[in-house]
Nanobody, 129 residues
Framework: QLQLVESGGGLVQAGGSLRLSCAAS????????MGWFRQAPGKEREFVAA????????YYADSGKGRFTISRDNAKNTVYLQMNSLKPEDTAVYYC??????????????????????WGQGTQVTVSS
């Protein structure tokens, strides 16, 4: 089993920055593409960003393009989401997720929630106006 624990959320003013971390345990994330999703109150969970198992490919939802950066440090078994220029509409619980990715698909990323096998418990991000 792969366990994922998010951290780094909190309260920030609009225009500020946060760096979310997702620490994995139980297995190495080397064999997994990773992603971030978020869920705001009363809304469905939505895709934020994804990174391939190789780290060479990334993909972002339009809402985060130019403001969010996903990265991974396989040596630390950790994935990050750097969020800059935050807006009140970014307020949500942010979830880290892992999708098993075979070696021949090392450059592939996933943006559908059903493609992910493991999920963290989430970390709250609140952006005040």
């Amino acid at each position: 089993q792969l366990q994922l624990v998010e951290s780094g959320g909190g309260l920030v003013q609009a225009g500020g920055s946060l760096r979310l971390s997702c620490a994995a345990s139980g297995r190495t994330i080397n064999n997994y593409a990773m992603g971030w999703f978020r869920q705001a109150p009363g809304k469905e969970r939505e895709f934020v960003a994804a990174i391939s198992r190789s780290g060479g490919s990334t993909y972002y939802a339009d809402s985060g393009k130019g403001r969010f950066t996903i990265s991974r440090d396989n040596a630390k078994n950790t994935v990050y989401l750097q969020m800059n220029s935050l807006k009140p509409e970014d307020t949500a619980v942010y979830y880290c997720a892992a999708a098993h990715s075979p070696p021949y698909a090392s450059g592939r990323y996933y943006f559908n929630a059903y493609e992910y096998d493991y999920w963290g418990q989430g970390t709250q991000v609140t952006v005040s106006s």
